[in-house]
């Protein structure tokens, strides 16, 4: 079963347009990490955030903002006025603390074009 | 300072040759990953090291997949015999420890894009 779910494949906004990346997850573990990472086309992962489950609040970094919310297991991503270089893949990942090895299980990543 | 390196950045293999793919971790990290990123798909976990013991290989999808750390710090992703579905970029990380509650964030080189004709 997919841990990780990002149903929108691809989105595309016009720049300074607000734009929401959605992720729902799922896990059995009480002790859980979730990540976003951006992929922009030299390939290289980017590390956004790391939230842990007992940290509920909601986060704002610069025109980034997350919202996780565990009644409903997602972990939103929202990037303010966006801008072309926000053009990009972007993954929401889990890490379940119990394994130990704290591998990452990716959604299938959701694709922002920021059209100028 | 230096991030995880990764070589060669490109291969192309012909169908049943043997390929070694590279990873230079950060500098002192003790965990190591390696991911495989299909086209079009997230990356999904091979095997994880801990210094030079391999604590997880669930990941891998055949036994023609081995990887190695020695010394505990490069460390080597071999695919032997390989098949036109082995294509994919594959993803190196290092995460400086883990322990107890703490989480380290893995921090991923630009990867290795193979190609298997």
């Known amino acids: 079963a997919q841990k990780v779910t990002q149903a929108q494949t691809e989105i595309s906004v016009v720049e300074k347009e607000d734009v929401t990346l959605d992720c729902v997850y799922e896990t059995r573990d009480t002790t859980y990490y979730l990540f976003w990472y951006k992929q922009p086309p030299s390939g290289e992962l980017v590390f956004l955030i790391r939230r842990n489950s007992f940290d509920e609040q909601n986060e704002i970094s610069g025109r980034y903002s997350w919202n996780f919310q565990k009644s409903t297991s997602s972990f939103n991503f929202t990037i303010t006025a966006s801008q072309v270089v926000d053009s990009a893949v972007y993954f929401c990942?889990?890490?379940?603390?119990?394994?130990?090895?704290?591998?990452?299980?990716f959604g299938t990543g959701t694709r922002l074009t920021v059209i100028p | 300072g230096a991030g995880v390196s990764q070589s060669p950045r490109y291969k192309v293999a012909k169908r049943g040759q043997d390929v070694a793919l590279r990873c230079d971790p950060i500098?002192?990290?003790?965990?190591l990953f390696w991911y495989q990123q299909a086209l079009g798909q997230g990356p999904e976990f091979l095997t994880y090291?801990?210094?030079?013991?391999?604590?997880?290989k669930s990941g891998l999808p055949s036994d023609r997949f081995f990887a190695e750390r020695p010394e505990g710090s490069v460390s080597t992703l071999k695919i032997q015999r390989t098949q036109q579905e082995d294509s994919a970029v594959y993803l190196c990380a290092s995460s400086l420890v883990y322990s107890g509650e703490s989480y380290n964030e893995q921090f991923f080189g630009p990867g290795t894009r193979l190609t298997v004709l």
């Open positions: 990942a889990l890490s379940e603390a119990q394994t130990g090895a704290n591998n990452l299980f």
């Open positions: 500098s002192g990290h003790v965990s």
């Open positions: 090291f801990q210094n030079e013991a391999q604590l997880d």
